[in-house]
């Protein structure tokens, strides 16, 4: 099956050069691997081939998490999978994407599969149990008849790492445009909604974790908040995401107790930051234009409004 690898980047910084190895060493032939820039200034384009690579340049203020990937594919639709990395994540292992073609070339009913990831050499202790809690070490294949017992957890995936089936992408209508984040979640949530199945591979890996301070913990949450609220679907087809909070919290606490207790306050003043960076997310309509893009990560999305 023929595989096109995108990647956005905007100043990816030293990691980017272990993130091209980690391509460079994949077992499984990449017939194209296309990047997609938002203005980088920091180098980042010196490190491509022009030999190997497919460049895409938009403005930064273009940049779109579900339109720029939409544009990409539609721009280089020639494969079977398109494969999605991000600028901080680098594969594992040789066989990662291998791994996935795999399992996507053997059960012709998987629309998309996401990677396991794993933490990198420098995640702090709180980023490290993030990454265990949410990629455990148990693949597992999700469809619509397991919303019941997985909740809003059914659609979990990652655009860090995904692959996507062409038929099942195209036959969903590909990512969508105009959402702060989660465009991986949604096409995930469409395709299960249209009879296809999700699979976790834990066996195919990255190394991409993010030690997020308070604030920033504060302002993605307040993002994903504003993500909920504008896809109230999702909540309807596959529940709320409080219940997986709380199983989180209870999952951080223990690990922390376990292996540094004198971080547990920095675990509670992070808690706090979420719950109320996405309780306020969930009431973005009610705070001031200035507050909406002061307190969101995403500082793009508020400009086109």
Known sequence: MQVNLFIPTLNAGKIWKEVLDGVAMQNYPISRLIVIDSGSTDGT??????????????????????????????TFPDAD??????????????????????????????GMAYGRQLPHKNAKLLETHARL??????????????????????????NSFAGYRKTAFFRVNGFPTGSILGEDVLIAGKMLLDGWKLAYLSHSKIYHSHNYSATEEFKRYFDIGVFHVNNQWI???????????????????????????????????????????????????????????????????????
């Not at 719950?275 to 990560?297: D, E, I, N, T, V």
Request: with cysteine; charged share 25%.
């Open 133 to 158: 809690f949410n990629y455990p070490a148990e693949s597992k294949v999700k469809g619509m008849e397991d919303a019941d017992r997985y909740g809003i957890r059914t659609i979990s995936c990652s």
């Open 81 to 110: 999978i398109f494969i999605f990395l991000t600028q901080d994540a680098i594969l594992a292992e040789p066989d990662a994407i291998a791994v996935m073609v795999k399992a996507l070339e053997e059960n012709p009913g998987l």
């Open 45 to 74: 384009l010196d490190l491509l081939n022009e030999e190997t690579c497919d460049l895409i340049q938009i403005d930064k203020k273009d940049f779109d998490h579900g339109g720029t990937r939409q544009m990409a594919v539609e």
């Open 235 to 305: 909540f309807e087809k596959f529940g709320r995401a409080e219940s997986e909070g709380f199983k989180y919290l209870k999952s951080e606490l223990t690990y922390t107790l376990k292996n540094n207790p004198f971080l547990l306050p920095k675990s509670m003043i992070a808690t706090l930051s979420k719950w109320l960076g996405y309780k306020l997310g969930l009431h973005y309509q009610s705070l001031p234009a200035g507050l909406r893009k002061s307190f969101s990560m995403t500082k793009a999305y508020w400009s086109r409004f």
